[in-house]
């Protein structure tokens, strides 16, 4: 079943895109947007199973894809592993920082090591991999890089770890954007809102309400889909983006402007479902992450 994508077809034939955390979700998503737009794509992950039945399906569906078992927390793998890819590829063009991960607890009872793992995953991690890309490819040729952040305007009240990481990679698309301009690199940043995407399915059963409750908080009435942030990697990857550098796009249907009285569905049923907000279904092997089936 071949994506779905509003872009032009070969859009990026004869580039080499990495995508980090590629195994699942929205890394797995964007992979098969990006390979079916013409790309060669490296997906990147700790779990080979995982990375090698995206790479299967990807191919299946005539796209070019292989993949590299990488923790993206060690800074001597991460350097060896983009060293391969230039190796084996010749050049990486593009790359999208997406790999990350969370879990629900209050700040007060947030370890040490805990709060350590999820600011080494999503922003020391990306960090790395940014880095390298640039110093071992970009910085003589030029690229793109789309960093994942999160929502985080008003920060993010029970995940505060990856709140305070989320706002750190948002400075750091910034900095880099304006160091790197120079080289020719763009660097910017996706925030998605409330996405049903196959991560939530790692969350504990009693998250099951407050998670299905969410979709009421959001002025377009429902949750987004692993295609619409997709979609907004895709176009600031895109020749269409050339002056776009050190931005962040939100995908989230207006939830952060949210106030007393405004913005609150009753119910995602009364929100008018009109062509400008329904769901962007590109992704054919997408599925709904549990919490939300029947």
Same mark, same amino acid.
């Given at each position: 079943?071949?994506? !779905?994508?509003?872009?032009?077809?070969? &859009?990026?034939?004869? *580039?080499?895109?990495? /995508? =980090?955390?590629?195994?699942?979700?929205?890394?797995?998503?964007?992979?098969?947007?990006?390979?079916?737009?013409?790309?060669?794509?490296?997906?990147?992950?700790?779990? #080979?199973?995982?990375?090698?039945?995206? *790479?299967?399906?990807? =191919?299946?569906?005539?796209?070019?894809?292989?993949?590299?078992?990488?923790?993206?927390? *060690?800074?001597?793998?991460? %350097?060896? =592993? /983009?060293?391969?890819?230039?190796?084996?590829?010749?050049?990486?063009?593009?790359?999208?920082?997406?790999?990350?991960?969370?879990?629900? =607890?209050?700040?007060?009872?947030?370890? #040490?090591?805990? +709060? *350590?793992?999820?600011?080494?995953?999503? &922003?020391?991690?990306?960090?790395?991999?940014?880095?390298?890309?640039?110093?071992?490819?970009?910085? #003589?040729?030029?690229?793109?890089?789309?960093?994942?952040?999160?929502?985080? +305007?008003?920060?993010? $009240?029970?995940?505060?770890?990856?709140?305070?990481?989320?706002?750190?990679?948002?400075? &750091?698309?910034?900095?880099?954007?304006?160091? +790197?301009?120079?080289?020719?690199?763009?660097?910017?940043?996706?925030? $998605?809102?409330?996405?049903?995407?196959?991560?939530?399915?790692?969350?504990?059963?009693?998250?099951? $309400?407050?998670? !299905?409750?969410?979709?009421?908080?959001?002025? #377009?009435? %429902?949750?987004?889909?692993?295609?619409?942030?997709?979609?907004?990697?895709?176009?600031?990857?895109?020749?269409?983006?050339?002056?776009?550098?050190?931005?962040?796009?939100?995908?989230?249907?207006? !939830?952060?402007?949210?106030?007393?009285? +405004?913005?609150?569905?009753?119910?995602?049923?009364?929100?008018?479902?009109?062509?400008? /907000?329904?769901?962007?279904?590109?992704?054919?092997?997408?599925?709904?992450?549990?919490?939300?089936?029947?």
């Amino acid at each position: 079943m071949t994506y !779905r994508s509003v872009f032009a077809p070969n &859009l990026f034939a004869g *580039q080499v895109v990495v /995508v =980090t955390g590629g195994g699942s979700g929205i890394g797995r998503c964007t992979a098969h947007e990006l390979a079916a737009l013409g790309a060669r794509v490296v997906l990147i992950g700790r779990n #080979a199973d995982k990375l090698r039945a995206v *790479q299967d399906e990807i =191919t299946a569906d005539g796209g070019q894809a292989s993949h590299a078992v990488c923790d993206i927390r *060690q800074e001597d793998a991460v %350097r060896q =592993t /983009v060293a391969d890819i230039v190796a084996q590829h010749g050049a990486i063009d593009a790359l999208v920082n997406n790999a990350g991960g969370q879990y629900i =607890t209050p700040a007060e009872k947030i370890s #040490a090591k805990g +709060w *350590q793992a999820v600011i080494d995953t999503n &922003l020391t991690g990306g960090f790395l991999m940014a880095r390298e890309c640039f110093t071992q490819c970009m910085a #003589a040729r030029g690229g793109a890089i789309v960093n994942m952040v999160a929502d985080i +305007w008003g920060s993010m $009240p029970g995940m505060a770890h990856s709140g305070a990481a989320r706002a750190g990679m948002v400075s &750091l698309t910034e900095t880099t954007a304006l160091e +790197w301009a120079r080289h020719g690199v763009r660097v910017n940043a996706v925030a $998605p809102g409330y996405i049903a995407s196959s991560g939530m399915d790692h969350y504990p059963p009693e998250a099951g $309400p407050m998670l !299905r409750d969410m979709a009421h908080t959001v002025p #377009a009435g %429902r949750f987004g889909n692993e295609a619409e942030v997709s979609a907004a990697i895709v176009y600031l990857l895109s020749p269409a983006a050339s002056f776009v550098s050190g931005t962040v796009l939100r995908v989230d249907g207006a !939830r952060p402007q949210v106030r007393m009285g +405004w913005g609150h569905a009753a119910a995602p049923s009364d929100v008018r479902q009109r062509a400008a /907000v329904r769901p962007f279904d590109g992704f054919p092997l997408y599925q709904t992450p549990k919490v939300f089936q029947p």
